[in-house]
């Protein structure tokens, strides 16, 4: 059952996108050569905590961490740990919050450094296709005319849609009904209507689309040990379209929605 929000229940999840969308983007320019994957676990977490919110996946489902920090072939759930990120790495960062009842989820992917061409190429085309799926948020649409349009810019630029795992609707549950694929035909599914919000996050491969989890039981990799890259947003669906309430600049945010403080690269 997909649950629409009230103009309130919006305004909470704003409000708790807002914090999390504070503490990713502190957390992005942080991403050096140097930099243990645990720094910027436990530099996410206090932070979160000072801004009044909880990490939304530490203790879920048993995981151990605040944020999920996926390294180059790693596509989700890597835990973070002593590993030493080294110029040349992507990482991705996915990170969520609850902030007085609702949740927030977000994921970025970043080149460590200098990283090669066909890293950035892969990264931006993951980011271009989260866009492109956003641009089908309308009224009169389907639900996965928003997932056929990420797997047409990912395949259109030469690679590969992960099947495994899937965007999805969010809330006072950090996964709610319906499931957003970032793939499949279009036309299909519930229609997008003002109230919705979801998580849409593709999930990229530079190689195949299949995956393999780690003996720790979270990391997913890819099969082939190919790049992978991972980028997302909450974003509602209003009567003026849709919003992204996890946007790291402030040109989402509306009157009446005090920044807990300023992202360092907005
Ligand atoms: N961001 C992930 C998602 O979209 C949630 C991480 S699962 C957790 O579903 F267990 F790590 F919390
Ligand atoms: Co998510």
Request: hydrophobic residues 40%; charged residues 25%; contains cysteine.
């Amino acid at each position: 059952m997909i649950t629409l929000k009230s103009a309130t229940e919006l305004e909470a999840m704003r409000q708790s996108s807002r914090i999390m969308a504070t503490v990713l983007g502190e957390l992005e320019p942080l991403i050096r050569p140097g930099i243990r994957t645990r720094d910027l676990d436990l530099y996410a977490e206090k932070r979160t905590r000072e801004l009044g919110a909880v990490p939304a996946f530490k203790g879920y489902r048993g995981y151990p961490a605040s944020v999920c920090i996926s390294v180059n072939e790693e596509i989700i759930h890597g835990i973070p740990s002593g590993r030493i990120l080294q110029e040349g790495d992507i990482v991705s960062l996915d990170f969520g919050v609850l902030f007085e009842g609702f949740y927030s989820d977000s994921a970025l992917t970043a080149p460590v450094g200098r990283a090669s061409e066909d890293a950035l190429k892969l990264i931006a085309a993951a980011e271009r296709s989260f866009y492109k799926g956003l641009e089908q948020m309308k009224e009169g649409n389907r639900l996965s005319d928003i997932s056929a349009a990420i797997q047409q810019s990912v395949e259109s630029e030469g690679y590969a849609v992960i099947r495994q795992f899937v965007g999805h609707g969010i809330g006072r549950a950090l996964h709610e009904d319906p499931q957003v694929p970032n793939f499949g035909p279009p036309g299909r599914g519930p229609k997008v209507r003002p109230g919705m919000t979801l998580a849409i996050e593709p999930m990229i491969a530079a190689g195949s689309y299949e995956v393999d989890i780690l003996e720790d039981g979270w990391t997913a990799i890819t099969r082939d040990r190919s790049l992978a890259a991972h980028y997302e947003h909450t974003v509602a669906m209003t009567a003026n379209g849709p919003e992204v309430l996890s946007a790291r600049t402030p040109d989402t945010a509306r009157p009446g929605i005090r920044l807990p403080k300023e992202s360092p690269h907005a």
